[in-house]
């Protein structure tokens, strides 16, 4: 991804920001905690979000205690984030951060890698910035998401490259559901998604919304209603490990 590809996807993701973050920001909440027990996240403790969105899993860090800073490409999710959590938020992109080695006591990344131009490199610089943990939250690539079943349908297959990362210390399958009560919030939730944004462009919503209503129907429930089941693969690592000795 050149810079100016990274720009026009924050201007994607930006289009429906406060619409993903009412209706889609929080599903990883599973994901957040879960780091936030496996680092120890307490009071005092800096913490740098990477792609952080509208800034919720900074949010959750802070009410942790933690000294929490995020950074997203998109003006318009850094705004949100601004208004919703007292944690420090930067216009960045993913790659070269603009803080000193050892930094922040955790760096995450939710999601957010196969967003840079170099995965790898953006991987490098959170190993850099970190003066202990780095988590690295993906969607798991031995068991099936129910939501990407439904954007290989609606989108085609994915053609993005995460970061090649050693042997963590610890992996971990976290559960990821996302239920919505009628067909008209499960709609609005996949429409605000950035890369719907850019099929919608070529397609125009209208056709959109067909190839999502008939993906989604085998995760109709009884009471006309949507249920996706989805797993992250988080990876936590440790600079004083030996496996992370190797990429500091």
């Known amino acids: 991804m050149t810079d100016e590809q990274a720009v026009q996807e924050g201007d994607l993701w930006g289009r429906k920001a406060a619409q993903r973050a009412a209706l889609g920001a929080k599903m990883s909440m599973p994901a957040w905690k879960t780091a936030i027990e496996r680092t120890g996240i307490t009071d005092g403790t800096t913490v740098l979000d990477l792609a952080c969105g509208s800034g919720e899993f900074c949010a959750t860090a802070t009410e942790a205690g933690a000294k929490a800073t995020g950074i997203d490409i998109s003006p318009a999710m850094i705004a949100l984030a601004r208004q919703a959590s007292t944690a420090e938020f930067h216009e960045l992109p993913l790659g070269r ?48 998401s129910d939501l990407l079943v439904v954007g290989r349908a609606v989108r085609g297959p994915g053609g993005r490259r995460g970061a090649k990362l050693p042997e963590p210390r610890e992996k971990i399958t976290i559960d990821i559901p ?34 999502i209503r008939a993906a989604v129907e085998p995760f109709r429930t009884p009471d006309s209603g949507y249920r996706f089941s989805n797993k992250y693969l988080m990876s936590v690592f440790r600079k004083n490990d030996q496996a992370a000795a190797r990429i500091s």
């Open 178 to 211: 996302q239920e919505h009560p009628d067909e008209a919030t499960m709609l609005r939730s996949f429409l605000s998604v950035g890369s719907y944004q850019r099929i919608i462009e070529s397609e125009g919503e209208k056709k959109v919304v067909e190839k």
């Open 97 to 144: 951060l603009p803080w000193q080695d050892g930094t922040f006591d955790v760096v995450t990344a939710f999601n957010a890698l196969f967003f840079a131009q170099d995965p790898d490199e953006a991987f490098a610089e959170a190993v850099r910035v970190s003066r202990d943990y780095v988590v690295v939250c993906e969607w798991h690539p031995e068991h099936p």
